[in-house]
């Protein structure tokens, strides 16, 4: 399990949102803070239940998923450690539209609302790094959108394996190592593809010599060639 017994003033300082916060400020922030421990699989909220405050992911990951009449679950975004969720529907007064669940044993740092409209009046800087935030995660979800719209789906595979790489360094014959954050099954909900399509895909990469899988591990054999082949 992680720890519990964190500094969460100094945690906060290095966050973007809350860098130039200067200690007071933090010290208020995280005492009105509530530190959840959660266990693979806990529900840390449902769609229906009342939106109080933002969600702070000190460790592990949690996806955003909702889920179709039929029982069918589609995942939206997965947060990772020092990200945050949540911050735009917090001040609609409505509740939570879409579902969040630990991935793995995870610390949620929950900021109240009444905390956050506290700073904000003290300083109107605070909601402008919000606004920020929030803007990041709409042009990132809108981004996701459009390949799903756009792309087939072996190029929604292969523009997640590139996603952190930068072509105009990785030198040619150069190999490099991917390790899946998640189950497969959760990528492939991201990327809007069945499981059993997306192993077929990496399953073809795989016998055309651009990757290796070693379970969650997929090494990049040829960056460029794999790169080029997102492009036909």
């Known amino acids: 399990m992680l720890s519990t017994s964190l500094d969460i003033p100094s945690y906060l300082s290095v966050l973007p949102l809350f860098h130039e916060m200067r200690p007071a400020e933090l010290g208020r922030i995280a005492e009105s803070a509530v ?3 959660c266990e693979r699989g806990d529900e840390i909220f449902r769609v229906g239940q009342v939106c109080d405050g933002f969600h702070v992911v000190m460790g592990g990951q949690v996806k955003l998923y909702a ?15 020092g990200n945050s969720f949540a911050e735009a529907l917090m001040f609609t007064g409505k509740p939570y539209i879409v579902n969040a669940q630990s991935l793995c044993d995870s610390l949620i740092l929950t900021v109240r609302k009444q905390a956050v409209m506290d700073e904000i009046a003290h300083d109107p800087r605070f909601a402008l790094r919000m606004l920020a935030g929030i803007s990041r995660r709409l042009h990132g979800l809108v ?4 390949s799903a719209a756009l792309h087939s789906g072996i190029q929604r595979v292969i523009g997640y394996l590139l996603r ?6 990785v030198a040619p014959g150069q190999t ?5 954050p998640v189950s497969k099954a959760t ?3 991201l990327l809007s593809l069945t499981p059993e399509y997306f192993s077929r895909v990496l399953r073809e990469l795989e016998d055309g010599g651009y990757i290796a899988i070693d379970r969650r591990d997929i090494r990049i054999l040829d960056v460029q060639g794999l790169s080029r082949y997102h492009l036909q």
């Open 67 to 81: 889920l179709s009449p039929s029982g069918h679950e589609k995942v939206i975004e997965i947060i990772s450690p």
């Open 187 to 189: 990528i492939a909900s």
């Open 164 to 169: 952190d790489q930068c072509l105009e360094d």
């Open 35 to 37: 530190l959840r421990r």
């Open 176 to 180: 490099t190592t991917v390790s899946l």
């Open 143 to 146: 981004q996701d959108v459009e």
